[in-house]
């Protein structure tokens, strides 16, 4: 079972800072680009990369996200093409956490098992089934497991106390904290005062939490890390500004870049 987020987690928290981790679909907008996309986000300073498999009804994305599933799609992305690109990213960047966002029709339409096999050897860390409810979640956890894959589960808002006690139970890597209820977005003002629900699952015992859903700007990730959390994740940014960008791609590479800069420069202390 890889280890790379537990290392990760207690090299910043030996630092005094907390982790930023940028989203982006792969192959977006076409295999090429996204390849240096996702190198870029990694060289600018990414703790760890959550890295979304193209998806035709991605439900818990919004527009932004959608769209870039829709360019990666069209441009002929498939599963063997996204994780050619981790496989790649995993050889340049041995240490660096490598998370993927999932719904469960690419899971059950591989099989379990092998769908678990082909990213445990492209090199991926951990799988968060975005679309999995709790109570069902089990037979997904013990099947990367199975595989030395972690899975990782989101933590609402509204959760219930079982539901967090299961959250915590079958959580590995780190536990995805979503800012507010419904679907990802680059808010202005995200919702990340969660202090009461992130002093639960620490006593609950689960991983360390990561707060995404809106998480656009430097003062949502002191906010995350201010009510208690390991680290902020920021995708609907990222994927705007690819989609701005489209047509002058070394200028969307170093605007990306520098965000990823300017929010991992929030994880560190004033």
Known sequence: MS??????????????????????????????????????????????????????????????????DVRALEAGIRMDDALGIVQTIREEFAALPIGLLVYANLVEGQGRQRFYEQVARAGVDSVLVADVPTLEAEPFAAAARAEGVLPVLIAPPTAEPDQLKEIAYLSRGYTYVVTRAGVTGADEQA????????????????????????????????AALEAGAAGAISGSAVVRIIQKRLENREKMLSDLAAFVRTMKHATRPL
Not at 23 to 43: H, K, M, N, Y
Not at 194 to 221: D, M, N, Q, T, Y
């Open 191 to 222: 919702q990340v005062d969660h202090r009461s629900l992130l002093v639960e699952l620490k006593r609950l015992g689960a991983p360390p939490a990561l707060l995404g859903f809106g998480i656009s700007r430097p003062e949502h990730v002191r």
């Open 3 to 68: 280890d790379r987020y537990e290392k990760m987690f207690e090299s910043r928290a030996a630092a005094g800072e907390g982790a930023f981790v940028p989203f982006t679909v792969l192959g977006d907008p076409d295999s090429q680009c996204s390849l240096e996309i996702v190198r870029q986000l990694a060289q600018a300073g990414a703790d760890a990369l959550e890295l979304g498999i193209p998806f035709s009804d991605p439900i818990a994305d919004g527009p932004t996200i959608q769209a870039a």
